[in-house]
């Protein structure tokens, strides 16, 4: 007979949040990672939005200030492109974010061995396993891109009010700093759930036995 639990989504959510408030400072060192990454990428380009402003606003004292604050520009730019150093520099910092996410969790799979086999020893499906596995992370990630989106914004704003001053907000791009929110959100939500498909997947695979026989 096929084993079956049919559980409301809204208690799958109740029971991934549960396990991270379990292992609160597991979680949050996982989630660090991906504030610092998520972080970085928005302040990158929350700071190239603000300098493309300032671009904008024209004049010989606002291309003074871009050319001393690094920024290749030239008289006749009406735009600002990320530099191929800054580019690589984010994607690595989302590499190395990706990379801390999968061991991260293949640790967690590793202290929950009992408990993966008890669920599955009640009747646990593997969907259910992989659907708790993937809502943990998308928590995890939900919470860590939008509090690391908030402070590269904060930062980049900084930075730009000391490079710039004033200028800075003259022609401030406020729909161009939303979008790069919500892209470095979406962006971070995504690197966290790809971070946890191998762990869940070899999590939801596990025979309930071979579980229970793990000594802690």
Do not use: H
């Amino acid at each position: 007979m096929e084993r079956l639990v049919a559980l409301p989504f809204i208690k799958s959510i109740e029971i991934a949040y549960k396990s991270i408030r379990v292992r609160f400072f597991r979680s949050l060192i996982t989630t660090l990672s991906l504030v610092l990454a998520v972080a970085f990428l928005c302040y990158v380009q929350a700071g190239n939005n603000i300098a493309e402003g300032v671009l904008q606003v024209g004049g010989e004292s606002a291309f003074r200030a871009l050319t001393k604050a690094g920024y290749d520009v030239q008289p006749n730019d009406m735009s600002i492109g990320g530099s191929a150093k800054q580019r690589w520099l984010v994607i690595l910092s989302l590499l190395v974010c990706v990379v801390g996410i999968v061991n991260a969790q293949l640790m967690a799979v590793t202290e929950r061995f009992r408990e993966i086999g008890t669920m599955k020893c009640l009747g646990a499906l593997d969907r259910f396993i992989m659907r708790l596995f993937l809502l943990e992370a998308f928590m995890q990630g939900l919470v860590g891109s939008c509090s690391g989106a908030l402070i590269g914004i904060i930062f980049a704003i900084l930075s730009s009010f000391f490079l710039f001053g004033t200028m800075a907000f003259a022609n401030f791009p406020f729909l161009q700093i939303a979008l790069t929110m919500l892209t470095a959100t979406a962006i971070g939500c995504f690197l966290s759930l790809v971070g946890v498909i191998y762990p869940a997947f070899k999590a939801a695979r596990m025979e309930p036995v071979e579980a229970m026989r793990v000594e802690e």
